[in-house]
């Protein structure tokens, strides 16, 4: 597995798998097995795989929250070795930005609702970032985890807007047995925390309505942030402990869906 830490390492190894396939997963670090997933995958329909780990300040509304995001880069390039990645991108933050912010994408419609409502900003500093990667990457196609859905709807509507050559994937979310989707952020709650967030997708599946859910999820002991049913997915954020869990699923595996047929 090769380690490129500049732009011309990378584009000179790009140049090298020419003849290859291509696929790119783009993550922050602190993989787990959600970001496994997305790797396995990638390696499955592609002949080689590229991994980028940067934590993209631009992202972030707390710089607190980038400061404190967890970084533990030798037991991430491990699992990227064990995955069978090819190449792994760990660029500065210098490399990213040489243009100190100055330009961004931005996106005028949904990304200001739901998470974009409650993390203002969030998902300019997502686009920006991901059109860099996939540039740089020039892959065949880049790898996104459904847990992410309006992440996964925006980069798709990006890269139809700006005609970008790399198919964009989506990929189910990936569970724990009780339910719980897989996140960096899971390991910040407390022993006790941990054991109550799986009613968080229980309770957006069994609710008959997103707005039953709101009020099972409050009286469960979540600040509810949103939970709204759109595009046929039940779409929903939560506070516990401090700790934001987002979630979704189809509509059609909701109560709602099963009551109707
Ligand atoms: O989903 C993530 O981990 C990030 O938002 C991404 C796509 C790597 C961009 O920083």
Redesign the pocket.
């Known amino acids: 597995m090769e380690k490129l830490c500049d732009i011309d390492g990378l584009r000179h190894w790009r140049r090298r798998q020419a003849r290859r396939t291509v696929g790119f997963v783009?993550?922050?670090g602190a993989l787990h097995d959600g970001h496994l997933h997305l790797l396995d995958r990638a390696r499955e329909e592609c002949e080689v795989v590229l991994a980028?780990l940067?934590?993209?300040p631009a992202?972030f509304n707390d710089p607190e929250d980038c400061a404190s995001y967890p970084t533990p880069l030798e037991d991430d390039l491990a699992l990227c070795e064990k995955h069978k990645v090819g190449a792994v991108f760990l660029p500065e933050e210098k490399t990213i930005y040489p243009d100190g912010y100055r330009f961004r994408v931005v996106e005028n419609d949904d990304s200001h609702r739901l998470e974009g409502e409650f993390r203002p900003g969030h998902f300019d500093?997502?686009l920006t970032?991901?059109m860099k990667?996939l540039q740089l990457a020039q892959a065949d196609r880049a790898y996104?985890?459904e847990k992410?859905w309006q992440?996964l709807r925006l980069?798709t509507g990006m890269a139809a807007a700006f005609f970008l050559p790399t198919e964009i994937v989506p990929v189910p979310t990936v569970r724990e047995e009780d339910g719980l989707a897989l996140s960096s952020r899971n390991r910040r709650l407390s022993a006790e925390g941990r054991q109550k967030a799986p009613r968080f997708p229980r309770i957006l599946r069994e609710a008959e309505s997103a707005e039953a859910a709101r009020t099972g999820l409050a009286a469960a002991g979540f600040t509810v942030e949103y939970v709204e049913d759109r595009e046929g997915r039940r779409l929903g954020a939560v506070q516990l402990e401090g700790v934001r869990l987002i979630d979704n699923l189809p509509l059609a595996e909701t109560a709602a869906a099963k009551e109707a047929s």
Do not use: K
Request: charged fraction near 5%.
């Open positions: 783009p993550t922050m980028s940067f934590v993209n992202q500093g997502v970032v991901v990667l996104f985890g992410d992440q980069v």
